[in-house]
């Protein structure tokens, strides 16, 4: 029978995925030809969306952007049989935006369907859950160690040493948390992996249990995401049913449980320890550190809190080792990281690539410039409390090491593109705007400052002392940089500071700002 | 031996069904956001006089719920509009001119971000961040993400809803 695609990713689903599909049906119905249509994960070609695929002989065969209306044209160019129309895209595997990535967390992406466990099988899943069951906890966490992951939500800490801490540990519980609260505007790859890979994600957290020696995990998902809330609840179902979960996983002495948690819609949560609060059913409020949460986190046990893509990464580590993962990469940033091109860029979507690939290549070759066709003139990468970047800043390669040296981050690999219409020091007001909003509000600088940087920065842009205000408001974000007790409040100087030091003709101050203030 | 989990008889409007909500949860505690978007998602809202029936089931202080009820951006003490419209100001969205799709779409309905039309069918209100920001700009109408998003198909879809 002849194979059609159409992804039930949000991305596709939220310009008309369903509606496409029920066309489909519907036309090869009236036309009396037989087809199975199969709702698979997205490829991340989110410019495509709705990517239709056909299976030919030759391999699968793409179409899109596709809505309703282009159905009828489709069955008329027989795309059931791969036949040409304007909106095909040829052989799927050989669309360069795939071509030239190194997917390996990402693998699967739209080939397979998210909540077929024989799928997953068939193209290689639970082959590192398999591995670890024959192990030691020690092993498992050295090969997690060996293979230089660090942690994908942003701060970049050794999954390894965390695992280790946390294996150390002497506890009757212990917990594995799944940071999936991806708030940072730009990202989304963490929503992919939930609604297209769900059993790799629960692989990922069975790993950890086992080399913990943890029984129970759960996953914190925000309530933005309602897809990935119902394909999670449904994969755990189906893997607990087929002994991937549950008490004596695949008839070993091994047991995990898994258990979602909605988030309700506060930024702060996707901090860890305010995390762990509000799975406690309580205000999402930072918590001071010591003790770590690998010491004393859910409930005050030891937890392992990893972001959707550190425990992605760990199936594809145990599968092929270490060694396989260790050789991506530059300096000490190891493996791939799926970066994800957002925001203003006319070919956006998800680019898994080795570290040390450069913005440039990324925004230009992958994304093909920006989508309004103006010149790019900033980029904010790592999420709101990422720096703005400017256009002269493109080379920088994507290594955590090069980026911290520039005062900017990484982070969770995504990227939101600029044109020249952009007005930085509205961006800047945001940033702290966005603080004042989100801010937990346990700590001085970043409860008050906020709202005091953004009263600061509409007096600069107002020409009230602009010099001295410029000072001042440099002046706040070193308070908060050094006086917030987490990121929220440490890190929105980064975009706040990036865009008063790169951008300042749009703050009306000079040009050459660092003189201007001595 | 812990508690068994009981029914507590509260006088209080729907003190029966969130009663059962908290106990379906096993009166747990640690399910407090879980038990609150369960409550909203049958009354629409969490009246405040539910919160001591949950405090009750849950063995916490009536501040403790508040609190929480209070702190989370989702959780709505107060009545909503017949249909919701959560619209992304985040930067994704923004660059791809959300701000002034924002502004439109106020104009429109003629209400502010955060405000629920004349009529009660319509609130509007802000959220940071759907996760489409390839497809970007987007909101959620009804719990349901919509992408590339333009004021066009934003009002075709509010006659979808007959709002």
């Not at chain 1, 001295?468 to 974000?477: F, H, K, M």
Request: hydrophobic letters at 40%; one cysteine or more; proline letters at 5%.
């Amino acid at each position: 029978m002849i194979k059609i695609f159409v992804p039930r990713d949000s991305s596709a689903k939220a310009v008309g995925a369903d509606q496409v599909a029920i066309a489909i049906a519907a036309e090869a119905q009236s036309q009396n030809i037989s087809l199975q249509i199969i709702r698979n994960s997205s490829r991340g070609l989110a410019w495509l969306e709705t990517f239709v695929e056909v299976e030919t002989a030759n391999g699968r065969v793409g179409y899109g952007p596709i809505e309703v209306g282009d159905v009828k044209r489709l069955f008329a160019a027989k795309f059931y049989e791969g036949g040409k129309h304007h909106l095909g895209q040829g052989l799927v595997e050989d669309i360069p935006y795939l071509k030239n990535q190194e997917r390996l967390t990402f693998a699967r992406a739209g080939i397979t369907d998210p909540l077929s466990l024989e799928d997953y099988i068939s193209h290689g899943g639970f082959a590192g859950l398999k591995k670890a069951l024959a192990l030691s906890g020690a092993d498992i966490v050295k090969d997690v160690l060996d293979s230089g992951l660090r942690g994908r939500g942003g701060a970049g800490f050794p999954t390894g040493i965390k695992w280790k801490t946390v294996l150390d540990a002497k506890a009757e519980q212990k917990y594995i948390c799944c940071n999936a609260d991806e708030g940072d505007s730009g990202t989304f790859a963490d929503r992919m992996v939930m609604e297209g890979d769900p059993f790799m994600l629960i692989e990922g957290m069975a790993i950890a249990g086992i080399a913990v020696g943890a029984s129970k995990g759960f996953i914190y998902i925000r309530s933005e995401y309602p897809d990935a809330i119902a394909t999670m609840k449904d994969a755990i179902r189906i893997a607990t049913s087929a002994k991937w979960l549950g008490e004596t996983i695949q008839h070993t002495e091994h047991s995990f449980s898994l258990e979602v948690r909605r988030g309700a819609g506060a930024y702060i949560c996707g901090e860890e320890t305010a995390m762990l609060d509000s799975l406690e059913g309580k205000r999402g409020m930072v918590r001071a550190k010591p003790p770590i949460p690998a010491l004393e986190g859910l409930f005050g046990k030891p937890t392992v809190i990893n972001n959707v893509l550190s425990f992605a990464a760990v199936p594809y580590i145990m599968a092929k080792s270490a060694k396989a993962y260790q050789e991506f990469g530059m300096g000490r940033s190891r493996g791939t990281l799926p970066f994800q091109l957002a925001g203003n860029i006319k070919h956006g979507g998800l680019v898994e690539k080795a570290f040390g690939i450069s913005l440039r290549t990324l925004i230009n070759e992958f994304g093909g410039g920006t989508a309004s066709g103006k010149p790019v003139r900033a980029v904010q990468v790592g999420g709101p409390l990422g720096s703005y970047l400017s256009a002269d800043q493109l080379d920088l390669p994507m290594d955590y090491e090069t980026f911290a040296s520039n005062m900017a981050m990484v982070g969770h690999g995504g990227l939101v593109v600029f044109d020249a219409s952009v007005n930085m020091a509205k961006q800047a007001r945001f940033a702290m705007e966005f603080c004042a909003i989100e801010s937990c509000g346990k700590c001085t600088p970043c409860r008050i400052g906020s709202t005091r940087g953004v009263e600061v920065i509409d007096k600069i842009v107002a020409g009230e002392n602009r010099s001295g205000n410029a000072v001042l408001l440099e002046d706040l974000c070193t308070t908060m940089t050094d006086g917030s007790l987490c990121a929220m409040g440490g890190l929105t100087p980064m975009p706040v500071l990036s865009a008063l030091r790169m951008f300042p003709e749009d703050f009306g101050l000079p040009k050459n700002l660092k003189q201007a203030a001595e | 031996m812990p508690k068994k989990p009981t029914l507590i008889a509260f006088e209080t409007p729907h003190a029966g069904p969130v009663s059962e909500l908290c106990l379906a949860h096993g009166n747990r505690p640690d399910a407090l956001l879980e038990i609150l978007h369960d409550v909203q998602e049958q009354l629409g809202h969490v009246p405040e006089s539910t919160l001591p029936v949950i405090a009750h089931a849950l063995n916490l202080s009536r501040a403790e719920v508040y609190g929480v009820a209070t702190f989370y951006h989702d959780f709505h003490l107060k009545p909503q509009g017949q249909h919701v419209i959560k619209i992304c100001r985040a930067e994704a969205c923004q660059s791809m001119g959300g701000f002034a799709l924002i502004a439109a779409l106020e104009k429109h309905l003629n209400v502010k971000l955060g405000g629920t039309t004349a009529d009660g069918k319509v609130t509007l209100e802000a959220t940071y961040c759907l996760g489409l920001c390839a497809s970007a700009p987007s909101l959620m109408l009804n719990g349901v993400p919509k992408a590339r998003m333009t004021l066009a198909k934003a009002k075709a879809l509010l006659t979808e809803i007959n709002a």
